[in-house]
C-alpha cells in the first residue's frame, strides 16, 4: 500500500551539522538591514531573491509564485487572520485538526466559520464539504500533513471540490509538515517554516502572483503601516530557503529508496 504517513521527527533530532553551518555563514555574510540602502543591504536582498528562485526550482513550485517573508508560522496565521478581517462578510470553510494557532484565529474572524467532518478514514467528508462552501466561502483552510497523526490529506481532490464551488475561494494549505520534505500540493497559499527543517526563527508564505490580492503589499503595509509584526532575521530566511533545496533533493532520494524497498518486499 503506498505510504501515507509521515511523522514529523524535527524536535526529536540533535542539531543538523550542515543547518548550523549555513546560518553560521549567512550571519557573517548577511546581518545588514535589508530595508536600508547601503552596499551590505543590497547584498542581502539580492541573497534573498536568489535563495528564494533556488528553493523553488528545487522544489518545483508554480511558476507564478512568490513568497513574503516572517519569523514563525503563528505569525503567518496572525497574519492571515487580519488580512480575512479585512475581506466583506462571508465564511470560512477549515476544519478542527487545524494547528492551534490557526484555530485561534478562526476564534477571533468576523466570518462565520465552517467545520468540515472527517470521514472513516481520516480524510475530508467530501459531501459534508460541499455543504459547507458556496459562493460566500472567502477562504477555504485544509493541512498538507497532520502534525500530530502525520496523516497525508488528499488536497488535490479537495482543490477541485473547493474551486468548482467558488473559484473565488482562497485556497490556503498549511505545508509547513511538508515543506522541503515532499512534492507541494497545488494552492493559491502554502507555507513554510524553517523551524521543521533545523533553521530557527524563518517562515514563509507562499502565494500566486496573479491572486486578486498582492500580498506582499499586505505584508509591507502589515509591519511598516500598523506595525503588527517585527523585522525577520534575512540571514535565518536565506539559511530556510537554501537548507529547503539540499533536504528536497535528500528526501527524494529516500523516496526512491522507500519505494524499491516496497516493490521488493513479500506480499
Known amino acids: 500500500l503506498p505510504m501515507k504517513i509521515y511523522l514529523d521527527h524535527a524536535s526529536a533530532q540533535l542539531p543538523n551539522e550542515e543547518n548550523i553551518k549555513i546560518i ?25 531573491t536568489s535563495a528564494l528562485k533556488k528553493c523553488m526550482n528545487a522544489l518545483d513550485m508554480q511558476f507564478d509564485t512568490n ?10 496565521f496572525r497574519f492571515i ?7 466583506p462578510q462571508g465564511n470560512i470553510v477549515a476544519n478542527a485538526a487545524m494547528h492551534p494557532a490557526f484555530i485561534a484565529m478562526l476564534k477571533r474572524s ?29 477562504f477555504f483552510a485544509h493541512w498538507h500533513v497532520h502534525s500530530e497523526t502525520g496523516l497525508i490529506a ?20 498549511d505545508t509547513i509538515q511538508s515543506f522541503g520534505k515532499m512534492p507541494l500540493p497545488k494552492a493559491d497559499l502554502l507555507t513554510a517554516s524553517g523551524h521543521k527543517i533545523g533553521i530557527a526563527a ?19 503595509d502589515y509591519r511598516h503601516e ?42
Do not use: W
Open 67 to 76: 513568497a513574503v517573508f516572517f519569523s514563525s508560522g503563528s505569525e503567518i
Open 81 to 87: 487572520g487580519d488580512f480575512l478581517n479585512t475581506l
Open 24 to 48: 553560521s555563514e549567512n550571519l557573517r555574510k548577511y546581518s545588514a538591514n535589508a530595508e536600508n540602502r547601503h552596499f551590505g543591504s543590497y547584498q542581502v536582498r539580492n541573497a534573498e
Open 226 to 267: 500598523d506595525y503588527l509584526m517585527g523585522r525577520y532575521e534575512n540571514a535565518m530566511i536565506i539559511s530556510m530557503l537554501e537548507y529547503a533545496a539540499i533536504s528536497n533533493d535528500n528526501h527524494l532520494y529516500f523516496q526512491s529508496l522507500q519505494k524499491k524497498i516496497r516493490e521488493n518486499l513479500p506480499p
Open 154 to 173: 488528499d488536497i488535490e481532490t479537495v482543490r477541485k471540490t473547493v474551486k468548482n464551488i467558488n473559484p473565488e475561494t482562497i485556497f490556503f494549505v
Open 110 to 138: 468576523k466570518h462565520d466559520v465552517r467545520m468540515v467532518k472527517f470521514n472513516s478514514e481520516s480524510e475530508l467528508d467530501i459531501d459534508d464539504l460541499k455543504t459547507k462552501c458556496d459562493k460566500n466561502t472567502r
Open 202 to 220: 524563518s517562515a514563509a508564505l507562499f502565494y500566486r502572483k496573479n491572486l486578486k490580492y498582492d500580498f506582499s503589499r499586505l505584508a509591507f
